[in-house]
């Protein structure tokens, strides 16, 4: 695909398979056009790596964090699991939505959490409300030891954000998706490796390999779940796509 941006046309024109499209530059459709492709660029510039939370990087595009705040203050869940820990950044994230919110706690799961990161995130202000567990998230002796620490009858949200292959994030999406309350979700993330697999940084089996195939194959076994992008809670423009690393990432619990 070719993608020519004329500022002094106002003008995108789209070149792709023997066809071409010309779009009002200030259009709904030039800018999801645009945003494609900023995604990726930014993504191997790593723009993600840029952030913090409250002193801890966060890794994560800013807009999949408002994103998931806007779901975590519907649902006001008692726990969210999140598996990969990394700095802790959205561990605290997270932990300090609860904080406002006056209620919740945070289970962080990862195969290594390093000595350092594990001081940081223990030390900070809003330690309290952070379990950590060291472990694969798939390994039986650690999904027991996550499901002990949720009660009966608590509302509960899970994002995968750990090992991105569809293998892994099937395997999560079959160990924590019982865990999941009705109207909740279960997040597979960085679907948007699918659209990555050819920019500099990434790898050609992503086309295939990635958290988003996992989802779909996941939602097709199990009919309880629904691959569904959340409801903006407010919405004063004629958008209607996430510009974000979670395509396909939202697994809601129907039943």
Not at 24 to 39: G, K, M, P, V
Request: glycine fraction near 6%.
């Amino acid at each position: 695909m070719k993608l020519t941006i004329d500022t002094d046309r106002k003008q995108v024109t789209i070149e792709q398979n023997g066809s071409t499209r010309t779009l009002d530059l200030y259009s709904r459709e030039a800018f999801e056009q645009i945003s494609h492709q900023w995604l990726k660029v930014g993504w191997n510039q790593k723009y993600p790596y840029t952030f913090s939370w409250m002193g801890r990087p966060i890794i994560q595009l800013p807009e999949d964090m408002i994103r998931v705040q806007e779901v975590v203050y519907r649902i006001k869940p008692d726990v969210i699991i999140e598996t990969g820990v990394a700095h802790g950044g959205s561990l605290i994230f997270y932990a300090s939505l609860f904080k406002a919110m006056g209620k919740g706690r945070v289970i962080g799961v990862d195969i290594e959490i390093r000595l350092h990161n594990r001081k940081a995130i223990e030390a900070h202000e809003l330690a309290s409300f952070i379990t950590l567990i060291e472990g694969s998230s798939i390994e039986k002796s650690v999904v027991s030891r996550v499901k002990s620490l949720v009660k009966t009858g608590e509302t509960v949200l899970v994002i995968l954000d750990s090992n991105h292959t569809r293998e892994h994030v099937l395997a999560e999406l079959e160990a924590y998706h019982d865990l999941v309350s009705r109207g909740s979700y279960i997040v597979a993330t960085d679907g948007s490796m699918k659209d990555l697999y050819d920019v500099p940084r990434g790898k050609s089996e992503w086309k295939q390999d990635n958290p988003t195939a996992a989802a779909l194959e996941f939602a097709k076994k199990h009919q309880e779940f629904v691959v569904e992008q959340p409801a903006w809670p407010f919405n004063d423009s004629d958008l209607k796509e996430n510009i974000t690393h979670w395509p396909g990432a939202w697994l809601k619990r129907l039943g």
